[in-house]
């Protein structure tokens, strides 16, 4: 059981587990610490391609220039991760769709959208950056700080 006292628990959600879910586990982390919020983040893959390996060198430069570090490797969801995570925080519909598949029936794990908390586009995908160039890591970069912030600001209030 969790109680009030415990660290919120936290799991990011892409597919490869190398571009948008390592920046989105950096920026709730460091948004939830700035709001005060304990929290204990990680982030993970729906697919296997990547694991072990470390984040996309285009998401650790974009993490680098706004001062944050990614040092993290890949890691495939696991059903396990349905009762060690409060929130599962998916990056697309299809992570979404993909998780919802995995969870079992008595999941503690509330599943969302990264989005549901950007105010300019509630519920959108964080588009994958993969196969684009660096001006799409940027982009993703904004979608992510955004609502890591406004999740973290959220939870502030939570009582
Ligand atoms: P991510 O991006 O899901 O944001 O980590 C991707 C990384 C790799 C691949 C797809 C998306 N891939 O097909 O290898």
Redesign the pocket.
């Known amino acids: 059981m969790t109680s009030p006292d415990q660290p919120l628990r936290v799991l990011a959600l892409?597919?490869?587990?190398?571009?948008?879910?390592?920046l989105a586990e950096a920026l709730l982390r460091r948004e939830l610490e700035a709001a005060g919020v304990r929290a204990t983040v990680d982030s993970a893959?729906t697919?296997d391609?990547?694991v072990g390996r470390p984040a996309?060198p285009r998401s650790i430069e974009v993490a680098r220039a706004h001062g944050l570090n990614l040092n993290g490797r890949a890691r495939q969801l696991t059903t396990q991760d349905f009762e060690d995570f409060d929130v599962i925080v998916a990056?697309d519909a299809q992570n979404l769709s993909d998780a919802r598949q995995l969870s079992p029936a008595d999941a503690r794990a509330q599943l969302h959208l990264m989005r549901e908390w950007d105010l300019q586009a509630p519920g959108a995908d964080v588009p994958?950056?993969?196969y684009g160039g660096p001006d799409g890591f940027e982009t993703v970069y904004a979608m992510l700080e955004r609502s890591a912030r406004a999740f973290a600001a959220e939870r502030k209030q939570a009582p």
Do not use: A, F, T, V
């Open positions: 892409c597919l490869g587990n190398i571009c948008r879910s390592p893959g697919g391609w990547h996309d990056m994958d950056p993969y």
